[in-house]
């Protein structure tokens, strides 16, 4: 009797404790406690507009409040999913989430939650799904206690600010299918006991910091289906073994990581991939042609690895017949490209660039009637350039070997493709750094769709066809640097409001500049540069706003250059070698505002991994370029940085004085007024310029002494005063003393050079070597460019420049400024 009613009242004990945990009213409780653990303030200007959870209050049932899911019988809270929900706090290691011990699925998507994953989380010990993703402030580590989650099958903290190591214990987790700790700042390996994971179909852990090797356990996951390991840092593991197993998988992205490793031989078995990317790695062997055995496969991605050999497609009759995007960019593939590239009829994007591939474009390319984004550039490709190619979007062709345009195209005597609307698509083209000759093919003025047309360095004759004004109306980028061009510049702008570069600098184009070039309101770069112009100076083209490079260099203009200056971008411009004349007023550089100050966007990024691949995927990164007289070298720029201030005047007939206004001009690298008939003396404002590089006064009629000040220009590297009738004594500074003597000859009387030309003047003179050598100027581009990327200023600049340039200058040269950046030509 007395065990019976203990019993009794044990068993009644325990279903009031259960009626109580299970009531109702405590499962509201606890979520009004929940609910209160985040104070709302609504003097926050930042605060949303509704207090969040304000449905949760008292008048209504809890089980029908916003995110709440009861069970229907026992009204046991069993699911929590909140989604945009402004709680702008923490969990707290005592939250009475806690209370909520029958909950299967919490979810806190985007909730500005910050602070850290409470380990007690741990204890929720019937989550099946637990999503705390996207709240960026929610930092600290993984709290090991996840792995207690025994029936947890889906766990996803992406997008946070987590850090640490993946806990070990996530091995426990037997039912997890889906694993995603993506975009947070994790560190470390991959536990090996993930490998006890054999029931997930989804790992998701891009952009992190993981390293190390993956596991062999890997290769447990025959459920796997996608694995995206983009953007870490894992050099090993034995990937021909673990790809090999995952038969199952569908998506693969383990890019933009540093393995080191060869491909599976045979990966045939992954019947169901999709995507297999793995560009940029360090991954050395030869093409994967198993791949191409898989029905389902729709890219191939292996850009920026180490895999070499001819590249062949194998001769299965089953193949990809679904493949769109094959980039097989920056390899060193070489060999045709074959013939049977057209088995792939649904091919779009197509990026062989970075390569060694010989021969010609394949005659059976045509039958891929997809393509539209086409990248062969930097390859010894040959011969013609194809016809059908111009029904693309974006057409890559530069740097190789190719010779001519198909005739087809040249004579528009393919009546199909001349009527048709085959042009209307074409975006972007780029065939320059080839061999091409002959006149400028007419298809051009068929494509009313072209933004931009790069056919630079080439052999092409003949003249600009006044047809393209058809397509000027899109055109942002019109490049034929470098040709033998002939003729007028047609007046063909008009309607080119969108223009944004031009260049057709060494041709042979002659007479004036059409003035619809006045409707180029976008126009930022114009290079007339090395042709036969013969016009008097464009001051009309001043009143557009945004030209801020403007090269008219080695041409017949003439006459005097007017007072009224205008062009109020300006920061580089060079007139030198003309026949300009008159004399230049003594406030003549009073209103150029872009060389006096340093205004307008000194904001640049600097790009990583991915988004390069993202805008090459985009297809256009384009630099403008320029050669001009550096430090007394001619030189070519393959980018122009924002900070670069030039004026170069050299070479022309302009008399009187300098005009003492140039000091005004602060923000100025490079000032050139050489071989003139400059008279009077020096302008002491010179020293005003304090970030000067470049001063050549040389040739000209100067007279008086070099003005003391000069000596204070600490940046100055080149200086050349010589042939002029300078007298009295040379400033003493070490960028004075830094000079070659013959800066200083054939002048009246100078003196005090005893250091500078009593030093042995051998041709071979270090001085020299060290003056006129590449790296030089790349090393003084270097920190020009650290001096934008991180804030102007110049000691700013140079200070973390030096830092930036000794530790990384291979990597943040080749990333910021591609392949050279800078080369001297002469
Ligand atoms: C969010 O939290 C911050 C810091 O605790 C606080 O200053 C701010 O008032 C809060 N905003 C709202 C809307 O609750
Ligand atoms: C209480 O919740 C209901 C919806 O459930 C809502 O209409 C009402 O405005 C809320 N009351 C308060 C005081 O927030
Ligand atoms: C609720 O109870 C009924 C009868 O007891 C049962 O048939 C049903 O399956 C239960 N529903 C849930 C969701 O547990
Ligand atoms: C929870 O812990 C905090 C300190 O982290 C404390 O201030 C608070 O009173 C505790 N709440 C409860 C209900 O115990
Ligand atoms: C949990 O909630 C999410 C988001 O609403 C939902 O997609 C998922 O199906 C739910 N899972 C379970 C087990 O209730
Ligand atoms: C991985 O990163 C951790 C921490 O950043 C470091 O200690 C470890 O040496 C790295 N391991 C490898 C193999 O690079
Ligand atoms: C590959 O997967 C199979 C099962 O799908 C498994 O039996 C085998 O052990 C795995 N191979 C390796 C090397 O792990
Ligand atoms: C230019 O466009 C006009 C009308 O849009 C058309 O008649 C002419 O044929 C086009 N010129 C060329 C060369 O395509
Ligand atoms: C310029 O554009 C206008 C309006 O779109 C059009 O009417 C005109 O014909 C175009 N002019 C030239 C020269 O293409
Ligand atoms: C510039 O464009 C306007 C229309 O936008 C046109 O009327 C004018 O003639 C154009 N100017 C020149 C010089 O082509
Ligand atoms: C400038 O040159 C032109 C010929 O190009 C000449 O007619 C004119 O007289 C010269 N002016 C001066 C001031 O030398
Ligand atoms: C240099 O600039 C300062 C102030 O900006 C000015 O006072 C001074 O006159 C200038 N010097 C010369 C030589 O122009």
């Keep these: 009797m007395k065990i019976r009613s203990q019993s009794f009242f044990f068993i009644f004990f325990i279903s009031i404790i259960f009626n109580i945990l299970a009531s109702p009213t405590l499962q509201r409780d606890a979520l009004l406690e929940f609910k209160n653990e985040f104070p709302f303030d609504a003097s926050d200007p930042y605060a949303p507009s509704e207090p969040p959870l304000s449905s949760w209050n008292t008048s209504s049932d809890h089980c029908s409040w916003n995110g709440v899911t009861c069970d229907a019988n026992s009204s046991e809270v069993i699911s929590l999913v909140l989604e945009y929900t402004y709680l702008n706090g923490s969990l707290k290691a005592n939250t009475s989430l806690l209370k909520l011990q029958h909950l299967q699925n919490l979810t806190l998507y985007s909730c500005d939650l910050i602070g850290e994953i409470p380990f007690s989380l741990g204890n929720l010990s019937h989550l099946k799904h637990l999503n705390i993703s996207d709240n960026n ?51 470390g390996e991959f536990p090996s006991s993930i490998g006890n994971l054999n029931q997930l179909t989804i790992i998701s852990c891009y952009s992190n910091k993981l390293n190390g090797t993956l596991p062999s356990s890997f290769s447990n996951f025959n459920k796997l289906s996608y694995l995206l390991l983009t953007g870490n840092k894992f050099s090993g593991g034995d990937l021909p073994l673990i790809l090999s197993n995952l038969t199952s998988l569908s998506y693969l992205d383990i890019s933009v990581n540093h393995f080191k490793s060869k491909l599976p031989s045979n990966m045939s078995g992954l019947h169901n991939l999709e995507v297999f ?5 360090s991954l050395i062997g030869t093409f994967p042609t198993s791949l191409l055995t898989i029905p389902s496969l729709r890219e191939i991605s292996l850009s920026e690895n180490q895999l070499e050999g001819p590249l062949e497609f194998g001769n ?9 995007v094959l980039d097989l960019a920056s390899n060193n593939f070489y060999g045709p490209i074959p013939e049977d590239i057209s088995r792939f009829p649904k091919l779009e994007f197509i990026d ?20 539209k984004y086409l990248d062969l550039s930097y390859n010894k490709l040959d011969g013609q350039v194809p016809s059908f190619l111009w029904r693309l979007h974006t057409l890559t062709l530069s740097h190789n070997s190719f010779s001519s345009f198909e005739e087809d195209v040249v004579n528009g005597s393919d009546p199909d493709l001349m009527s048709s609307n085959s042009f209307q698509g074409l975006s972007k083209v780029d065939i320059s750094s080839n061999s091409l000759q002959g006149s400028l093919p007419g298809w051009i003025c068929k494509c009313t769709s072209l933004s931009f047309l790069d056919l630079s360095n080439n052999l092409l004759s003949g003249s600009i066809p006044s047809c393209l004004v058809n397509c000027t109306a899109s055109l942002g980028y019109i490049l034929l640097r470098n040709n033998s061009l002939s003729g007028f510049l047609p007046d063909i702008f008009t309607n080119a409001t969108e223009l944004r570069s031009l260049d057709v600098s060494r041709n042979q184009l002659s007479g004036k500049l059409p003035k619809s070039l006045i409707n180029c309101t976008s126009m930022e770069y114009l290079n007339l540069k090395v042709n036969k112009f013969k016009d008097t100076f464009p001051s009309w083209l001043g009143s557009l ?3 801020s490079v403007m090269f008219l260099g080695s041409n017949a203009f003439y006459g005097p250059i007017s007072s009224h200056f205008g062009f109020p971008s300006l920061r580089i411009i060079d007139i030198s070698h003309n026949n300009f004349n008159g004399t230049l007023p003594q406030d003549y550089f009073v209103n150029w505002p872009e060389m006096s100050s340093m205004v307008g966007n000194e ?13 090459r995927m985009g297809g256009l990164s384009y630099e403008d370029s320029m050669d ?6 001619d030189t070519e720029f393959q980018q122009i940085l924002y900070v670069f201030k030039a004026i170069d005047f050299s070479g022309n007939k302009f008399t009187g004085r300098i005009p003492k206004s140039i000091g005004l001009l602060k923000e100025l690298r490079q000032v050139n007024f050489s071989r003139n008939e400059f008279t009077g003396s020096i302008p002491s404002s010179l020293a005003n310029i304090t970030n000067l590089e470049a001063l050549d006064l040389s040739h000209n009629k100067l007279s008086g002494n070099i003005p003391r000040d000069l000596a204070n220009l600490s940046f100055v590297s080149y200086l050349d005063f010589s042939h002029n009738l300078l007298q009295g004594p040379v400033p003493r500074s070490t960028q004075f003393q830094r000079q070659h003597c013959s800066s200083f000859e054939d002048n009246l009387g100078l003196y005090g050079l005893e250091d500078i030309c009593g030093r042995s003047q051998t041709p071979g003179d270090t001085q020299e070597s060290e003056e006129f050598s590449p790296e030089e100027s790349e090393e003084v581009l270097n920190w020009i460019a650290a001096g934008i990327a991180f804030g102007p200023g110049v000691f700013c600049g140079l200070v973390i420049g030096y830092i930036f340039f000794t530790s990384h200058k291979h990597q943040f040269f080749t990333e910021k400024f591609g392949r050279n950046g800078i080369k001297t030509v002469r």
């Design 137 to 187: 402030g929610l930092t600290g580590e993984i709290p090991s206690s996840i792995g207690n989650l025994s029936y947890l099958s889906f766990l996803d903290l992406s997008h946070n600010d987590l850090v640490g190591k993946i806990p070990s214990s996530l091995g426990n987790l037997s039912r997890l299918t889906v694993l995603d700790l993506s975009d947070n700042r994790l560190i």
């Design 316 to 324: 299965t009759s089953s193949s990809s017949s679904e493949l769109e």
């Design 628 to 633: 001009m007289m550096y430090k007394g070298v």
């Design 545 to 547: 706003g945004s030209l």
């Design 603 to 615: 904001y640049y990024e600097l790009s990583d991994g991915i988004d390069t691949f993202m805008s």
């Design 277 to 281: 990317r793995v560009n940029t790695n």
């Design 352 to 371: 062989l660039s970075n390569n060694s591939f010989i021969g010609p474009i394949p005659r059976s390319m045509p039958q891929l009637v997809s393509l």
